[in-house]
């Protein structure tokens, strides 16, 4: 597919920019420019355009207003030592995205369109990569229902758009491993609803137990699963890892109610790969207390695009807390982080091919 370029009539100076990516902290600064695409029912996907970063105009009868038809991926460009920028595992989240959109009765995007969308993107905008340590440049594919109509029946019309925004440190609590609140009282998804699919309702669900574990002085919140309310799931925005004494590792199971998180792919693979026993299956909030209070549990980390691999320190919930280990970061956290952003940075040597150089 051709991208048309549409010229930026004010680009952002550049001592402005400058001053934006010295410290950008996650999700608040974006970029000059953003790729549109549209599609619409028997005439396919068209009028490819990266341009200006600008407002939408939308109709106030547009479909997903009013029945949330909106799917996202999240992914970063990272600098190499060479100076290059690299995509880690963006077929991955191609992928992922139409596995979204199956389940949200919306278009496929030719797995190829969605990846060089994100390539061109990155090259048009690669001076707002961040200049703080640890920076990188998030980029954020989406695609939302356009048509103007009231009815519920799947949307004839669709935008798909790709943003970036300069990225640095998600958490800001500055310890050294988070801290988890349990929700008792709200679950994130249930049997077959759209726990597996990467759309803001599912996010939308999250906001009110993320506020109240944030108001009790966490960083995240734990959801349990929606049936017997006992199984851990996964957190608002991440997949859990829990580290046994004997170097066994489990992983809730993809039961269709989590997210299939590419990292948490990734750190899979690294397990197997460093001759430990992966065990995908259930595991209750009470084996996670306690296992952690008999000494069992020696580490439990948290994935994700934004964090990357994130020790968990403390969790807490209505019936009481409970401290992992030492209460920081575990030595197998460490080294899977280490060797998982030095493959995203070009720092450690990828066998998998995950990085591609834009």
């Known amino acids: 597919m051709e991208f048309t370029q549409r010229p930026h009539p004010s680009p952002t100076p550049a001592n402005l920019r400058e001053q934006a990516i010295a410290d950008p902290g996650f999700g608040t600064v974006f970029t000059d420019h953003m790729v549109s695409i549209d599609y619409e029912e028997g005439r396919g996907w068209h009028n490819a355009v990266i341009g200006p970063r600008e407002p939408i105009a939308l109709d106030p009868a547009t479909s997903v207003l009013h029945y949330a038809q909106e799917i996202f991926e999240g992914l970063k460009a990272y600098q190499h030592p060479d100076g290059n920028l690299g995509l880690f595992r963006p077929e991955a989240n191609a992928q992922r ?174 397990l197997k790969e460093q001759g430990l026993t992966i065990r995908e299956e259930r595991y209750s909030i009470d084996q996670w207390r306690a296992d952690a209070e008999s000494g069992k549990l020696v580490e439990t980390m948290a994935c994700g695009t934004a964090a990357v691999v994130t020790p968990v320190g403390k969790v807490e919930g209505p019936d009481g807390a409970f401290t992992i280990g030492s209460g920081g970061p575990g030595q197998l956290t460490q080294k899977l982080r280490e060797t998982l952003v030095g493959i995203q940075r070009g720092t450690v040597p990828d066998p998998h091919g995950w990085v591609s150089t834009i």
Do not use: C
């Open 97 to 270: 995205f139409n596995a979204s959109a199956d389940r949200m009765a919306m278009p496929h995007l030719p797995e190829d369109v969605f990846v060089e969308s994100v390539r061109e993107l990155v090259r048009k905008d690669a001076d707002w990569f961040p200049t703080v340590e640890g920076g990188s440049l998030y980029l954020r594919p989406f695609m939302f229902a356009s048509e103007a109509f009231l009815g519920v029946r799947p949307a004839k019309k669709y935008k798909y758009l790709v943003i970036a925004s300069p990225a640095g440190n998600y958490f800001k609590s500055g310890v050294p491993a988070v801290s988890i609140w349990v929700s008792r009282d709200y679950v994130r998804a249930a049997p077959g609803g759209t726990g597996a699919a990467k759309t803001g309702g599912n996010y939308a669900a999250s906001l009110v137990p993320q506020a109240e574990a944030i108001a009790k002085g966490h960083d995240q919140v734990v959801f349990l699963d929606a049936v017997e309310r006992k199984w851990i799931e996964e957190l608002g925005g991440m997949n859990l890892f829990f580290v046994m004494d004997d170097g066994t590792v489990i992983t809730p199971p993809l039961t269709g109610t989590i997210l299939p998180g590419i990292t948490r792919n990734s750190l899979i693979q690294l």
